[in-house]
């Protein structure tokens, strides 16, 4: 698409590198239904609604910025996600992508596991009242603390990231009596396309136990030789917002060799393998996510025929999607405060939050999408990059969009697909108050996690 394909081109067009910037195709009031979640549609008046709800009626009474997470869509991705695997199969979000005693409840309602990998989630996922047994804790330096807490709570599995937490497993379930079941987390050797801090599967990095130099095999034989541990399974996850299936599949090939490798050595078949999560979402009009439907199938046939191949009786397939779950659900709502034009490089638009409430532009030079969504405008395109409020000139939340150029203060302006490692990266970098996440759902909506506040600050401030 060139610059030319809109009539009007954006402002400063004539200076920007050619080829580079394109101005919008499609009107800037359309809502792209791939980065948006279900139920929200713009108004008679223009003004974007979810859940049934008018962002300017929720801005009023939560105020800027928030996370608006749509509670109907969050509930039909788990069951999209739970029909496609069927019950051969388990599905674990993944709460690192967000949780909180809402989510959790919603996870148990709709049938789901719960993928923890700290003592903070774990006590969440308990506190909520998730079963022990649906709960899989997974975590490359679990504290021994964590571990007794883990094993004592009864979690139906412990994913095993290195020699010494196999001891260290193995002796606290010995020690409680327990015959903990553990999967044992590998490296498959496979360089995920996707952002170097996010890929997870490559030899050198910190996660998993190496399947290369025969590592993996061993840690296999010392789990199956100690007392306290069952093991059930093998697993892998190679990273995160991928798109292309070829990673998972050489995955999943890798781990059934291991499967067919420990059949011939011990004359065990281990009855579950888990390929982890990772699947991409749409942040702007150019990504094409994948359906649950077709990645169960994609997954299912691959591990189907390689086990065929092999020998080996079908294992029990797990997922672990956090972000294809959770992120399309939820957008941050802003008010816009200072624009600024640049001339002749683009328009800065300043919102009320910024890195603080989401981290993903700054660490991985993520793209989002943004829209004016407290009203429609005819105005032409103008390009912008949209800021925070922070002290430093990293802090971004879009690199490049196009925005209204009749954009004014006041106006409200909303991030799609913040529903993922948005609210659970947030900081409170120069002391910003983390925002609130609001539940939304037929025409209610309901604060899940409050607004920080400063004597929230303060009272962690001891000194
Ligand atoms: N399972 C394991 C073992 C994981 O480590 C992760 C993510 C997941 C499942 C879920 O992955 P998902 O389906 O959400 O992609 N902060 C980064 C993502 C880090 C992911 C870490 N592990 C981001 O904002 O992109």
Not at 246 to 267: C, K, T, W
Request: some cysteine.
């Amino acid at each position: 698409m060139s610059r030319s394909a809109h009539p009007a081109g954006p402002r400063h067009a004539d200076v920007l590198p050619e080829g580079h910037y394109s101005a919008p195709a499609t009107d800037l009031n359309e809502l792209d239904a791939k980065v948006w979640s279900r139920t929200v549609t713009r108004d008679a008046d223009g003004a974007l609604t979810v859940g049934g709800m008018e962002v300017a009626r929720l801005a009023e009474e939560f105020g800027t910025p928030a996370y608006f997470l749509d509670e109907s869509d969050f509930r039909a991705r788990c069951r999209a996600w739970a029909d496609a695997f069927g019950p051969d199969a388990d599905v674990f979000y993944a709460g690192k992508a967000f949780l909180s005693r809402a989510v959790v409840r919603w996870l148990t309602e709709e049938g789901l596991n719960l993928d923890v990998c700290s003592g903070g989630e774990l006590a969440t996922a308990l506190d909520a009242g998730m079963p022990a047994e649906r709960i899989a804790f997974h975590g490359n330096n679990k504290t021994v603390a964590e571990i007794e807490r883990a094993v004592e709570a009864g979690v139906g599995r412990i994913v095993l990231d290195s020699f010494q937490e196999i001891v260290r497993v193995a002796h606290t379930a010995q020690r409680l009596g327990i015959r903990q079941r553990v999967q044992i987390r590998v490296t498959v050797g496979v360089e995920a396309h996707t952002h170097e801090f996010i890929a997870t599967a490559h030899e050198d990095q910190k996660f998993g136990i190496a399947l290369a130099g025969g590592q993996a095999a061993e840690a296999v034989r010392r789990a199956l030789t100690l007392d306290g541990l069952e093991l059930i399974g093998i697993h892998s996850h190679i990273g995160s917002q991928i798109f292309d299936m070829a990673g998972f599949e050489v995955s999943a090939r890798r781990v059934v060799q291991l499967l067919a490798e420990v059949r011939d050595e011990h004359g065990v078949e281990l009855p579950e393998i888990d390929l982890g999560g990772g699947l991409g979402i749409a942040y702007t009009s150019d990504d094409d996510p994948r359906e649950p439907h077709e990645i169960a199938k994609s997954l299912g046939d691959i591990v189907t025929r390689e086990c065929e191949a092999a020998g080996l009786r079908t294992p029990r397939i797990s997922v672990e999607p956090g972000r294809a779950i959770v992120g399309p659900t939820a957008f941050t709502l802003y008010e816009v405060g200072t624009i600024k034009p640049l001339e002749g490089l683009r328009t800065y638009v300043s919102v009320d939050g910024g890195m603080s409430d989401n981290i993903r532009t700054a660490l991985y030079d993520a793209e989002y999408s943004v829209a004016l969504v407290s009203r429609t405008s005819d105005a032409e395109p103008m390009l912008v990059r949209v800021v925070g409020k922070h002290c430093e000139s990293g802090d971004i939340v879009v690199k490049d969009a196009f925005l209204p150029s009749d954009l004014a203060p006041g106006d409200l302006i909303a991030v799609p697909a913040t529903g993922a490692y948005c609210r659970s990266m947030a900081s409170n970098y120069n002391h910003a108050l983390r925002p609130p996440v609001v539940a939304v759902r037929d025409g209610q909506a309901r604060v899940i996690v409050r607004r920080e506040t400063e004597e929230d600050l303060l009272r962690l401030d001891v000194g």
